[in-house]
Every structure is written in structure tokens, then in C-alpha cells.
């Protein structure tokens, strides 16, 4: 069964620190991995699609980073920002029929 | 605004009552999707029209009933919901059904309370 696992479930930082977020997938055939931020009561924005042969990925203070070896992704958020409190949902698409299959999201807070 | 544009934003119904959801987009895609996201669970994918056209009903009771009247609406009818329906619901759409590039966009959503 196609699976997305992110952890932690929930993190709370200091403004201007940085984090990592995890994703572990078991999507399979794989064909792209995306990471959405999703702010309370809204819906989920793009923020990096990642292809099979993409490593690194950037978007300003986000970077992802994709292994599909050991089918790993992390979001890496620098110097954080009061704005950047959101859920943030690591979705993995299976090639062929394109299925997506949602995470359950990493609650990220930064408090100042 | 992200393009898809969903109302209300925010719906408190009686588990007797009608209501419907739209959502429409503004950015020439072919294919949109309702999903439903409750509390710490994963986005469920509900329904899925391409071209106007269903193409995947993820085994949704038929107290939700989608409806396309074309390429750019979609709307949800609701009738005798149950209380654990309330949610979030939401509207993307895409060029075409998981087309890589032309990625999902989704609406800031509808939050569904049933009392």
C-alpha cells in the first residue's frame, strides 16, 4: 500500500532558527514528490516538485532534498520566520497513473 | 489568490439541510478535484472530472453529489449529512488529471460544520 510518513508530527522553534522536516514514503513506481505549505484555514501552496533525478531543490529559505534510494525527502527551512508557522504536507506521486498520496503534515509554530 | 476560488469559506448546516459548495478556476485547467481533510488525517481524494466529465468517485456516500457544468465550476451538493462529516473542503485543479508539470493548485477551501 502507497504510504507517506512525516515526522515530527509537530514543532516548535524560535524565530530565526532553522529546521528540517522529514518525509518517508513508499510510493511506488515513484515519479514525484512535492511539498506543500498549508496555513490554518487555507488551502495547501506548492512550494518544491521534486523529480527522480533531483537532489536538491530550492525556494527562497526552503530547500528539499529527495533520496529515492532510501525513499527519503526533508524540507530544510532557514532562518525561520513568524510567517512561515503552517503545516507543511509532503505528497509523493506514482508514475503511470499519477495517484497522489497525502501525508498527514508536520504542524511547524515559530514563536518569537 | 492562488486561481481557484472556492465559497463560502466557512458553512454551518443542519444534518437536514441543503447546501452546495463551488468552486471555480480561473487558470484554463481541464481538470478539478474535491478532497476532504479532517483533522490530523491525509487530504481524501473524493472526486475527480476531467473535461467535465467524472472520471473517480472514491467510493464517497451519495449524500456528497459533485457537478461540472464545465471545465471551470465544480460544485458539491450535500444532503443529510452526518456530523463527522464536518471538514475542511477543498477544490484543486490541474492542467489534466496528475500531469507533473502543471501541478495541483488548491482553493483556501470550505470549512464544513453539520449540526
Known amino acids: 500500500k502507497n504510504q507517506v510518513e512525516q515526522s515530527p508530527q509537530s514543532l516548535i522553534i524560535l524565530e530565526g532558527k532553522n529546521c528540517t522536516l522529514q518525509c518517508n514514503y513508499t510510493v511506488s513506481p515513484f515519479s514525484n514528490l512535492r511539498w506543500y505549505k498549508q496555513d490554518t484555514g487555507r488551502g495547501p501552496v506548492s512550494l518544491t516538485i521534486?523529480?527522480?533525478?533531483?537532489n536538491t531543490k530550492s525556494n527562497g529559505r526552503y530547500t528539499a532534498t529527495l533520496d529515492a534510494d532510501t525513499k527519503q525527502s526533508s524540507l530544510h527551512i532557514t532562518a525561520s520566520q513568524l510567517s512561515d508557522s503552517a503545516s507543511y504536507i509532503c505528497?509523493?506521486?506514482?508514475?503511470?497513473?499519477?495517484?497522489?498520496?497525502f501525508g498527514t503534515g508536520t504542524r511547524l509554530t515559530i514563536i518569537p | 489568490e492562488t486561481g481557484v476560488t472556492q465559497t463560502p469559506r466557512h458553512l454551518v448546516m443542519g444534518m437536514t439541510n441543503k447546501k452546495s459548495l463551488k468552486c471555480e478556476q480561473h487558470l484554463g485547467h481541464n481538470a478539478m478535484y474535491w478532497y476532504k481533510q479532517s483533522a490530523k488525517k491525509p487530504l481524501e481524494l473524493m472526486f475527480v472530472y476531467n473535461f467535465k466529465e467524472q472520471t473517480e468517485n472514491n467510493s464517497v456516500p451519495s449524500r456528497f453529489s459533485p457537478e461540472c457544468p464545465n471545465s471551470s465550476h465544480l460544485f458539491l451538493h450535500l444532503h443529510t449529512l452526518q456530523p463527522e462529516d464536518s471538514a475542511l473542503y477543498l477544490c484543486?485543479?490541474?492542467?489534466?488529471?496528475?500531469?507533473?508539470?502543471?501541478?495541483?493548485?488548491f482553493g483556501s477551501g470550505t470549512r464544513l460544520t453539520v449540526v
Open positions: 521534486m523529480t527522480f533525478s533531483e
Open positions: 484543486a485543479s490541474s492542467q489534466e488529471p496528475g500531469h507533473l508539470n502543471y501541478g495541483y493548485t
Open positions: 505528497v509523493v506521486s506514482a508514475k503511470g497513473n499519477e495517484k497522489l498520496t
